[in-house]
């Protein structure tokens, strides 16, 4: 596709439920992150994958939070048995993951959570 | 990866150039400098990225001293619709993961 696409754009969920939220990055881009960004906040980050490998988990608050990318594509972030606290926008962002434009990353519009 | 602190907030007005201002006093020799813009109920816009001097683009000049502890992002004859969250970034894009580290930005607000 064109961007980033992230699903569904706004989640409503009561407390204690599991959640999917999911990723389809550029298409071609290896690397993919996700962020976390509350309200009035800078953004937050959870993980990074290197095509389907996440050497890098150190941004996962919980074990309650986990993620898995398949065929180098789609990501998803699960949360398990949401909290209040996990209310937030989750946003994804992949890039080339080639030298100085690692840093360069195209970001979803991001999924709402709300935990009642 | 470096800290940056940028102004918290900016005002301008329609039509005239806005430089903000970023330091980064613990920058890395590998370090680069990246600018974002995020706008509400948005993911952030990559803006521009420079390892030293100047560097332009159809958005915004990015301009660094050669002690490379600050930058300033200019952006030339602002819109309302400039009106947005810009973010300074530094961090090496040879490590292991390339994560961004987002400090809370600067809120810039056009007025008319």
């Known amino acids: 596709g064109a961007g980033v696409s992230q699903s569904p754009s706004n989640k409503v969920t009561e407390k204690g439920k599991d959640v999917e939220l999911r990723c389809d990055p550029i298409?071609?881009?290896?690397?993919l992150y996700w962020y976390r960004q509350s309200l009035g906040q800078g953004l937050e980050f959870l993980i990074y994958?290197?095509?389907?490998?996440?050497?890098?988990k150190s941004g996962l608050p919980s074990d309650r939070f986990s993620a898995e990318r398949t065929g180098g594509s789609v990501s998803t972030l699960t949360i398990q048995r949401t909290q209040q606290e996990d209310s937030a926008v989750y946003l994804c962002?992949?890039?080339?993951?080639?030298?100085?434009?690692?840093?360069?990353?195209?970001f979803g519009a991001g999924t709402r959570l709300s935990v009642l | 990866l470096a800290k940056t602190t940028q102004p918290i907030s900016m005002d301008s007005y329609e039509g005239q150039e806005v430089n903000i201002t970023c330091s980064h006093n613990?920058?890395?020799?590998?370090?680069?400098i990246t600018w974002y813009q995020q706008f509400p109920s948005q993911g952030p816009r990559f803006i521009i990225q420079g390892y030293k001097t100047k560097v332009t683009n159809e958005v915004a000049s990015l301009f660094i001293p050669a002690d490379r502890k600050s930058s300033t992002l200019s952006l030339p004859r602002v819109s309302l619709s400039d009106t947005a969250v810009y973010y300074c970034l530094v961090g090496d894009p040879s490590g292991n993961t390339g994560k961004l580290i987002f400090g809370q930005g600067t809120t810039l607000q056009v007025k008319p």
């Open positions: 994958f290197q095509g389907n490998s996440a050497p890098d």
């Open positions: 298409s071609g881009h290896t690397a």
């Open positions: 613990n920058i890395a020799t590998n370090d680069y």
């Open positions: 962002a992949s890039s080339s993951g080639q030298g100085n434009a690692k840093n360069i990353q195209y």
